[in-house]
């Protein structure tokens, strides 16, 4: 059964060791004044029946939840707080301070069991908007008489759209890396390796896999793009490097679509696959291939036209810069 306690009382007048009420501004005074103790009553009482042992009260039930879940602690480390805190006391509606332990260990149990998560619900939609759920129907307010209470004469329609909005998506942020011929590379390869890894998934117990020294190649990298100003040189010799790696996963991609057992590439990686052919074979590469590079995905195959070609020995600069339409 449960029987509603005496009223607590005032913060000031709670019986501490040192002889003088507690500190108004506490933070679990101040909680406790918002909490809505007697609501918590009403729903915490409708746990038990008329007849029966009495029950631990609700705000002794409800606090120490409270103290739980605010300081994380296990039940016996909650129990222990209340033990040695005398706001914690105060808290659970406690009169004055006392070394005993007010309740056993194992009722954080039956605690949780008594008041789930609903009824916290409740109580916190009490907390932030009372009377929500304590709300009688005599406690409306009458319509005043001689007015019609029907929705059509009280709803106005909206106001009409006015005026002219203007969106500069210039000022748009938007979170991209700017290319490089570097970064393209290195998209090139990665992307190359992953068909090496489609096309030699059934080959496994056969032969092994042809070598791609990818974690070299990203080491190799990273090594540029994680420096600050990375000087020529060590640009080209990057770019290099890359191009290296990038012609001996294709190489091995032709070695692996000769045998018949491996796993046949999809209609896009096909595409794909074209596509960074086409670019490595030549350093003028039609721009009607770039637009279909483009519709299948991928940022890397418009740019990659503009890597350096192989072909020829000229004695001029390498120019990285892409090349007008004509010049082509």
Partial sequence: MYRKPDEQHSVYAFLSPLGRGLNPNNRWVKLADQIPWDYVEQEYAKNFKPDGAPAIPARMAFGSLVIQTRMGTSDEETRQLIIENLYLQY?????????????????M?????????????????????????????????????????????????????KGNLILDATCTPANIKYPTDLSLLNEAREKLEKFIDWLHKPLKKVQDKPRTYRNKARK?????????????????????????????????????????????????????LETY????????????????????????????????????????????????????
């Fill in 277 to 328: 052919e086409h670019c490595m074979s030549s350093s003028k590469p039609c721009m009607n291939k770039a637009l279909t590079a483009s519709t299948i995905g991928s940022s890397a195959f418009i740019n990659l036209m503009f890597a350096p070609s192989s072909e020829g020995k000229s004695t001029n600069p390498l120019n990285l810069a892409p090349k007008s339409p004509s010049a082509w």
């Fill in 91 to 107: 808290f659970i509606g406690l009169n004055e301070f006392q070394t005993e332990p007010p309740f056993d260990t194992s009722m």
């Fill in 109 to 161: 149990h039956h605690f949780r069991k008594r008041i789930p998560a609903d009824m916290i619900r409740r109580i916190n939609e009490e907390t932030l908007h009372p009377g929500t759920h304590t709300r009688t129907d005599d406690d409306q307010d009458d319509p005043p008489t001689g007015t019609s209470t029907t929705l059509d004469e009280h709803t106005e329609e909206p106001p009409a759209n």
């Fill in 220 to 272: 190799n990298y990273l090594n540029i793009a994680k420096s600050r100003r990375p000087g020529k040189m060590k640009i080209r010799r990057g770019i290099r490097q890359q191009l290296g790696y990038v012609k001996r996963n294709l190489t091995a991609i032709d070695t692996l679509l000769l045998d018949e057992r491996n796993q046949p590439l999809t209609g896009k990686q096909k595409e794909m």
